[in-house]
């Protein structure tokens, strides 16, 4: 923020520079924007769940420190990716993130692992994505 609109907010209430923000980080989705959101939380759990998974490899599973250096280098590129988002509200970014990460660690443990996602996985996961395609798209 410039020194200029940090003294126009002096004679502002809270509430009107929270509103100003606001509009200012609302964004119109285009099929664009929206394929580039989803690839990018797609980008950032891969990084994440893999680098998380390869740690666990690591610690759990007893292999090489190699697989935890690795996985430390893919956590750090996960912290970024979301910065890449069309959209600039932290917390809404999150939270829709976190839908992804569930089908994506689902995924995962599914590819790597062979784990099979029982019912109650799949129907809580495709809750939690659908809610969170809720709020990524919701008319602000």
């Known amino acids: 923020m410039t020194s200029e609109e940090l003294d126009g907010l002096e004679n502002q209430s809270v509430g009107d520079a929270v509103s100003q923000q606001s509009l200012e980080t609302s964004l119109v989705w285009t099929p664009q924007t929206i394929a580039l959101s989803i690839l990018l939380f797609i980008a950032a ?52 993130y976190g839908g ?3 089908v994506l660690a689902f995924a995962w443990a599914k590819q790597f692992d062979g784990y099979l996602p029982d019912l109650g996985d799949l129907i809580g996961a495709g809750i939690a994505l659908s809610g969170v395609l809720v709020i990524m798209l919701w008319p602000r």
Do not use: H, M
């Open 100 to 102: 992804f990460f569930i």
């Open 45 to 96: 759990g891969l990084l994440e769940v893999g680098g998380g998974w390869l740690v666990w490899q690591t610690v759990r599973e007893d292999k090489n420190w190699t697989y935890a250096a690795a996985g430390v280098i893919a956590l750090i590129g996960y912290g970024f990716v979301p910065c890449l988002q069309p959209t600039s509200d932290f917390g809404r970014v999150y939270a829709i």
